[in-house]
């Protein structure tokens, strides 16, 4: 266990459909991170969270909607995705941002996601 | 834009050889290179990691090297075994930010 927690582990919605991903860490981590994970391709990075602030968007399209409620807790808001959109979402967490050991970062076992 | 190329996209190997994977990366100011393990069902887990200050590091049968001027960064694994088979991840990063370019995943097969 890495001490990053996300639910559900599976998901298969349809294009009309409202869904959300959640992300959890216990390891008292000040930055979290949303990734996309697709076949043969390498992991996207999504959002950014620091200190529950947004530093960085991807250029993601407006489908997905981060939340991020405090530092332990991220969330992604799901709305009309797209068949393009079935991957595996990754969330990350670490300590901050600057370098030496605090950058590392501790992954979740993912949401494979599948849109119909 | 910045990138991290990463090869073979597959290996094989018998029990107890050796494997090597490369990744060369664009970005000079990349200080910071991180190898992940992704098993099955799993997420990425760090297995070891290196900072533009050191050329080589070792963690048991595992162990990294670095060469800035070519831009260049290796995971070695010796004496495989076959729960090392899994999908191997390199990655760069720039200090001060929070980005990491990933490259596109070996999957190591190591036969028994």
């Known amino acids: 266990e890495t001490g990053v927690t996300q639910t559900p582990r599976h998901l298969v919605m349809g294009m009309t459909n409202k869904k959300s991903l959640k992300c959890e860490q216990h390891?008292?981590?000040?930055?979290m991170y949303w990734y996309k994970q697709s076949a043969k391709k390498p992991l996207e990075l999504m959002f950014v969270?620091?200190?529950?602030?947004?530093?960085e968007n991807n250029s993601v399209p407006s489908r997905f909607s981060p939340e991020c409620p405090n530092s332990s807790h991220l969330f992604l808001h799901l709305h009309t995705l797209q068949p393009e959109d079935s991957a595996l979402y990754l969330c990350?967490?670490?300590?901050?941002?600057?370098?030496?050991?605090?950058?590392?970062?501790?992954f979740g076992p993912g949401t494979r996601l599948l849109v119909l | 834009g910045e990138n991290v190329e990463q090869h073979p996209s597959t290996l094989s190997v018998q029990e107890g050889d050796s494997a090597v994977i490369k990744c060369t990366y664009s970005?000079?100011?990349?200080?910071?290179f991180p190898w992940y393990k992704q098993e099955l069902g799993k997420g990425p887990q760090l297995i070891i990691d290196?900072?533009?200050?050191?050329g080589e590091k070792k963690d048991q049968r595992i162990a990294v090297t670095l060469n800035k001027t070519a831009k260049h960064f290796s995971l070695h694994i010796t004496e495989t075994q076959p729960e090392d088979s899994a999908v191997y991840f390199c990655?760069?990063?720039?200090?001060?930010?929070?980005?990491?370019?990933f490259g596109t995943g070996t999957r190591l097969k190591v036969l028994a």
């Open positions: 990350a967490s670490s300590q901050d941002y600057s370098s030496g050991s605090q950058e590392t970062q501790y």
């Open positions: 390891l008292g981590h000040n930055a």
């Open positions: 969270y620091s200190l529950e602030e947004r530093v």
């Open positions: 970005d000079s100011a990349s200080n910071y």
């Open positions: 290196i900072r533009s200050n050191v």
């Open positions: 990655a760069a990063r720039a200090s001060g930010t929070y980005k990491y370019i």
